[in-house]
């Protein structure tokens, strides 16, 4: 294909990253065939090698919550890719269904351009509010999205296209079982704290009782000695999350601090629940740090 003096051509089948590929152009029976002006004549050959497109086709790393029991107010899950992903709206390639395999009717807030952080590696999937809280208006008219004991798929398209304009190397689906709501504020009096030894790398593990928002944690959970904050990665799971340090721990006293506005999968923070019945008491004191040792 010749467009506006670039000639293109576009193979049947997709090279082989295997072998080496030689080209051949014909300059003289191009510019007779083009009406290119003046230039090069003659024959060049070139010698061409291909990546493997396959291994490099964008894939989706991970999903969460990874869990498969949900809470029926879960608010929100998070889908990472290995490339940036382009500018289709993503609600195109996107569905849930339920046992039955039928399609839920706009479960999520759809924006067309998405919730993407900068890298366009992990999107969120906000499940509509409104018909999550009791007693408002979408949550009357529509219903609530899951219901309790039943099982739904989210299913993600293999014809969604990354940044480069390929599609993702195949289709994803996670199935999941609906449980009750979690309707309660963040108690991490309830927590429990596994306390390495001085002199060793081994993880903080904390035992939450309930799915916290991963993408929160690493930002809004931290911990702190007397020098400052302990620099380490977080290694997520379901109920359970380690703190694994940079350098091994000193002997002595340390924190936990969590931001009071830490949510877990349905929303509620430290300070409040996501969802509260009319009348109900919310005044209790909030704690939002653990205090212990290292020996």
Same mark, same amino acid.
């Given at each position: ?220 959970? +931290? &911990? ?5 904050? !302990?620099? %380490? /990665?977080?290694? #997520?799971?379901? @109920? ?16 936990? +601090? &969590? ?5 877990? !999968?349905? %929303? /509620?923070?430290? #300070?409040?629940? @996501? ?21």
């Amino acid at each position: 294909m010749i467009s506006d003096s670039v000639f293109t051509f576009k193979p049947r089948f997709l090279p082989d990253p295997k072998l080496v590929h030689t080209a051949f152009i014909d300059f003289d029976a191009l510019n007779r065939i083009s009406d290119l002006p003046g230039g090069k004549s003659g024959l060049e050959v070139f010698e061409l090698a291909f990546d493997s497109m396959a291994d490099n086709l964008t894939y989706i790393t991970s999903f969460f919550p990874t869990a498969d029991t949900l809470p029926s107010n879960v608010l929100r899950c998070y889908v990472y890719f290995s490339n940036a992903m382009g500018l289709d709206d993503p609600y195109d390639h996107i569905k849930v269904t339920d046992s039955k395999g039928e399609p839920l009717t706009e479960p999520f807030v759809e924006i067309p351009e998405g919730l993407w952080d900068e890298s366009r590696t992990r999107l969120t999937l906000l499940f509509h509010p409104g018909r999550i809280k009791r007693g408002v208006g979408p949550n009357m008219s529509k219903g609530e999205i899951f219901k309790e004991k039943e099982t739904y798929t989210i299913e993600l398209s293999q014809g969604w296209v990354d940044g480069q304009g390929r599609p993702l190397k195949q289709r994803f689906s996670k199935t999941f079982f609906i449980d009750k709501a979690e309707r309660n504020s963040i108690n991490i009096e309830e927590w429990a704290v596994n306390i390495p030894y001085a002199q060793t790398k081994e993880a903080l593990a904390l035992k939450t009782g309930r799915m916290l928002d991963q993408a929160l944690i690493r930002r809004m959970v +931290k &911990v702190y000695s007397e020098e400052g904050i !302990v620099p %380490g /990665n977080w290694s #997520l799971g379901t @109920f359970f999350h380690s703190f694994i340090p940079e350098y091994p721990w000193g002997a002595g006293d340390y924190i936990l +601090k &969590v931001d009071p506005r830490l949510e877990d !999968v349905s %929303g /509620n923070t430290l #300070l409040s629940a @996501f969802d509260v019945e009319t009348g109900a008491i919310t005044n209790r004191q909030i704690v939002s740090s653990i205090e212990f040792s290292i020996e």
